[in-house]
C-alpha cells in the first residue's frame, strides 16, 4: 500500500483525499464516499451518496474544522474509512441520510426541505479487498499532463477490489457480497474552481475486466491523461483520451460520452458512456466562481462489448451569468 499521509504543501489548498465506489449489481445498490483535508484551511469534508435500487437516493455530508487526521480511522463527521493489515479497508457509517426520490434534489434539500422524500436511518459496514496492484497515475502521464492536472493532485492512487458487508437503509438491509469496488487517494493541491472540465469513470466489465480513464481537458483542448485499464490481472495505463461526443444538461450535468483510448501496449479503444440519475455537488470559491461536481453510477461499452457499469464523474465550471 502506498504511505496514506504526506506532509502539506504551503499552498492553502492542498489537500489530502480518500475515495471509495461500489455497486452491487444484485439489489441495484451503489454508493460513494470521500473525505478531503486541507490541514492549511483547518478543513474537513466528506460525503456518502447512496443510490438506491427504487432510483432515489440518501446523501450524508459535514464539513469540520481540523488541522490533523490519524492514520488508524481517517474519520470526517460519522464517515470512516478505516486502513487494515493486507490492504483491506474496512468503509463504516452509522446515523441519519436525507433522501429525495430525484437524486439531483438531494444538494438542494437544505434550502427547500420540501425537496426530501424523508430522513431514513442508514448503517453502512464494508469491507474492501483488493484484486489489482496499487495504480499511480502521475508515474505514467506525461510532463504535459502532470503540468495540466497540477490543480487536481500531485500523486493519485487507485485500485481495483470486491467489497463485501452490509448496508441497512431504513428498514432494507441489503448483503453485499462480492460486488465490484474500487478506492483512490490523492495528495496536493486542489482547487475545483480553477479546473476546465474533469471526467473520471470507474467502469467494471468484470473481475477480469476493468477500466478508469481520467482527464482534464481545458478550454483550449489540450488534455491531462490519467488512468488505466485492468484487464486479465494486469494494470496497463491509458496514455491518450480523446473526447469523440459528449452531451450535458443544462452545461455541467453529463448525459453521455464517447471516448477514445489508447492504452500503453498501442491499443485503441472506444469507450460509450451514459450516465444514470445525477447528484451535483457544488463548490463555489471566494470571488463566486462555481464548479459542479457530478456524481452518478452509469451504463458502459467498451469496443463494442456491452454489460459494463460503474461510476460517471465529471466536474464542470458553471458559466457566470
Known sequence: ?????????????????YYFVF???????G??????????KREAMTFLFLFLPDGSAAGYQAVEETVDYGLQDLRVGRVVH????????????????VAARNPADLPRV????????????????????PISEVYEYSAHMTPESRMLGEKSGDEHWEQVGVVNGEVRVGGETYIVEQ???????????????????WLYY???FSRELAVNPAAIIMDDGRVSTGGFLFEKGRNIPVERIRVLEQEFRDG???VYSRLELVDGLGRRHVLEARAGPVIPVPFTDSEGNVSILAQSFGSFKLDGVEGGYGSFETLRRKPRK
Open 1 to 17: 500500500m502506498e504511505p496514506l499521509k504526506h506532509r502539506p504543501k504551503n499552498h492553502v489548498e492542498w489537500n489530502e483525499s
Open 23 to 29: 455497486y452491487d449489481l444484485k439489489h441495484r445498490l
Open 31 to 40: 454508493g460513494m464516499t470521500r473525505l478531503g483535508f486541507k490541514p492549511n
Open 82 to 97: 478505516k486502513p487494515l493489515p493486507g490492504g483491506v479497508w474496512k468503509y463504516c457509517f452509522e446515523g441519519s441520510m
Open 110 to 129: 437544505r434550502g427547500n426541505p420540501s425537496l426530501a422524500s424523508g430522513v431514513l436511518p442508514v448503517r453502512v459496514e464494508l469491507s474492501f479487498t
Open 179 to 197: 460486488s465490484m469496488s474500487q478506492r483512490d487517494h490523492t495528495h496536493g493541491v486542489r482547487e475545483w474552481t480553477s479546473i476546465d472540465y
Open 202 to 204: 470507474v467502469v467494471w
Open 252 to 254: 455541467v450535468l453529463p
